[in-house]
Nanobody, 117 residues
Framework: QVQLVESGGGLVQAGGSLRLSCAASGSIFSISVMGWYRQAPGRQREWVARIFPGGGNTAYANSVKGRFTISRDNAKNTVSLQMDSLKPEDTGVYYC??????????WGQGTQVTVSS
């Protein structure tokens, strides 16, 4: 079973940057499409970015396009999210998981991102 540990969150002012990391265990990581998700208080979890196994094919939610960059290192079983030009509406708990994951699947503890105005 894959285990996921997210890190790198924190408190930052609007316009600032953070880099999130996700360490994944499990032999299927390198062949899995991976994604970053976030959940703001009182809202449903939403997809933010995804990356194919080779790393060259990425996609982003419209709300973060041009500001966030997803990357992965298959040798280290990690996936990262560089977040620039942060906005208060980016506040939430950020999670990584396989892109096919549903709310019924295993999720890590997430990492809190708080953007102050």
């Amino acid at each position: 079973q894959v285990q996921l540990v997210e890190s790198g969150g924190g408190l930052v002012q609007a316009g600032g940057s953070l880099r999130l990391s996700c360490a994944a265990s499990g032999s299927i990581f390198s062949i899995s499409v991976m994604g970053w998700y976030r959940q703001a208080p009182g809202r449903q979890r939403e997809w933010v970015a995804r990356i194919f196994p080779g790393g060259g094919n990425t996609a982003y939610a419209n709300s973060v396009k041009g500001r966030f960059t997803i990357s992965r290192d298959n040798a280290k079983n990690t996936v990262s999210l560089q977040m620039d030009s942060l906005k208060p509406e980016d506040t939430g708990v950020y999670y990584c998981n396989k892109f096919s994951a549903t709310m019924k699947d295993y999720w890590g503890q997430g990492t809190q991102v708080t953007v102050s105005s």
